[in-house]
């Protein structure tokens, strides 16, 4: 069974940072596309960032560029986004995911989200 366990939201002042942790099983990640989403509150969902299968340069929404980092770590199967710098327009529930095809087969699995507030 796939999992994907999105951890590390809270809430935080104007300018703080948070590290948000997925914790991933069923799908090995260093051969999935993992990204992150989030939807703030009465908006549409947002891309974030995504990496690529084996590990390459992530890409980032020009929102969150220059104040996110994603990273994944392959040994534990987990993927993380460092938030520095966070403003209110940051506040939303944050939602991990893993793409990839598996025998030719494509996947898709997303985590349940994990929420972050940013005051002003």
């Known amino acids: 069974q796939v999992q994907l366990v999105e951890s590390g939201?809270?809430?935080?002042?104007?300018?703080?940072?948070?590290?948000?942790?997925?914790?991933?099983?069923g799908i090995?990640?260093?051969?999935?596309?993992m990204s992150w989403y989030r939807r703030a509150?009465?908006?549409?969902?947002?891309w974030v960032a995504s990496g690529s299968s084996g590990g390459g340069s992530p890409n980032y929404a020009d929102s969150v560029k220059g104040r996110f980092i994603m990273s994944t770590d392959f040994n534990n199967n987990r993927a993380y986004l460092q938030m520095n710098s966070l403003?209110?327009?940051d506040t939303g529930e944050y939602y991990c995911t893993g793409?990839?095809?598996?025998?030719g087969i494509p996947y898709e699995f997303w985590g349940q989200g994990t929420q972050v507030t940013v005051s002003s």
């Open 9 to 25: 939201g809270g809430f935080v002042h104007f300018g703080g940072s948070l590290r948000l942790s997925c914790a991933v099983s």
């Open 28 to 33: 090995t990640i260093s051969d999935s596309v």
């Open 41 to 46: 509150p009465e908006k549409e969902r947002e």
């Open 87 to 89: 403003a209110p327009e």
């Open 99 to 103: 793409k990839g095809t598996h025998r």
